[in-house]
């Protein structure tokens, strides 16, 4: 027959606190059985401390009734007046022990949930978070990896945890893992830190990624950095947009240049004018101005059209 100990284990508070509150009235029973009004009662200590510690309020009330037990006793047999008494102010003190011990342990308990729902509240925003979060030590071995790092990269954090190889795989390439690993070094032993740095990584189903990543260090109570936290966000669908979008002004300006127009286009908020090159020498420039303003384009037009040009414009 197997013993369970699954059972010990969930229970051994209370089977502690009924074996030693047995263990204390037998042993007083005995003792004043023999004689003895003195000592015994120490040992009363043991399970209205534990009592306290385990059960908060629920043990003071208990370390009450059991501080009446033990005066039920020595007045069933003592049978003296002086030793009633001592017998009554040894139950005082039982209570205002387990008084003190059961509110030092009910504001260690809360404080303790405290302590533990914020932890699983921070653990929720990380788990949670949008962006990809990751902690790593000085060597590079992660101790954090997130859901969106997961869904990211495609690697669980099983798989990456206490390793340091997950940077082999996102960055296949040798040369421009090199190349990244260089320039990431480089800011943080300068600054600690690093912002909206983007890098692109091969995910485990192949696809890359762009991500924007911003790392700080975490300095231990030493003050050195031991740990870095690392947040990337996927700018993928940003990073694709202004390609094409680059890629679309690039194929627009050839146009207007192979084509000879002259073309301008004027930021209202800057006032600062971007043209083709043909814009330059329709206006009698040979190699082209550093910079066109407003105020440039407004000064070539002559006197009796200008007014007309500024009103077409604000339009």
């Excluded at 051994?12 to 003195?38: A, E, N, R, W």
């Excluded at 059991?66 to 003592?78: F, S």
């Excluded at 000085?138 to 495609?154: K, M, P, V």
């Excluded at 190699?287 to 339009?315: M, S």
Aim: aromatic share 14%; glycine share 6%.
């Amino acid at each position: 027959m197997n013993f369970d100990y699954s059972f010990f284990k969930r229970n051994y508070p209370l089977i502690f606190l009924i074996l030693s509150t047995f263990g204390c009235i037998l042993v007083s029973i005995y003792s004043l059985q023999m004689g003895y009004t003195i000592i015994f009662q120490n040992l009363f200590y043991l399970p209205i401390i534990f009592a306290c510690i385990f059960y908060l309020w629920r043990g003071f009330l208990f370390s009450c009734l059991l501080a009446i037990v033990y005066l039920g006793l020595m007045i069933e047999y003592a049978q003296d007046n002086t030793v009633f008494l001592q017998a009554l102010i040894r139950v005082l003190i039982f209570i205002v022990i387990a008084g003190v011990i059961s509110f030092l342990s009910s504001t260690n308990k809360r404080h303790d949930n405290t302590l533990q729902q914020l932890t699983q509240f921070q653990e929720g925003i990380i788990s949670n978070a949008q962006v990809l979060m990751s902690v790593m030590d000085l060597n590079g071995n992660i101790l954090l990896w997130n859901t969106a790092a997961e869904d990211i990269s495609g690697y669980r954090s099983d798989e990456v945890i206490g390793k340091n190889h997950i940077w082999k795989l996102l960055y296949p390439e040798t040369e421009y893992r090199r190349q990244i690993t260089d320039i990431i070094t480089r800011i943080i032993r300068d600054k600690n830190f690093l912002e909206n740095f983007k890098t692109t990584i091969v995910s485990k189903l192949g696809t890359k990624r762009v991500i924007s990543w911003n790392t700080k260090g975490i300095p231990d109570e030493t003050g050195k950095m031991s740990t870095f936290i690392a947040i990337g966000v996927d700018v993928t669908d940003q990073y694709l947009a202004e390609q094409k979008h680059k890629e679309s002004e690039k194929r627009f300006r050839y146009a207007l240049e192979t084509g000879e127009f002259g073309a301008w286009k004027l930021d209202l908020v800057t006032g600062i004018l971007t043209r083709s090159l043909i814009f330059d020498r329709i206006f009698g420039y040979e190699n082209p101005l550093t910079e066109w303003t407003y105020d440039t384009f407004l000064a070539l037009i002559i006197p009796e059209d200008r007014i007309e040009v500024e009103k077409r414009i604000k339009a």
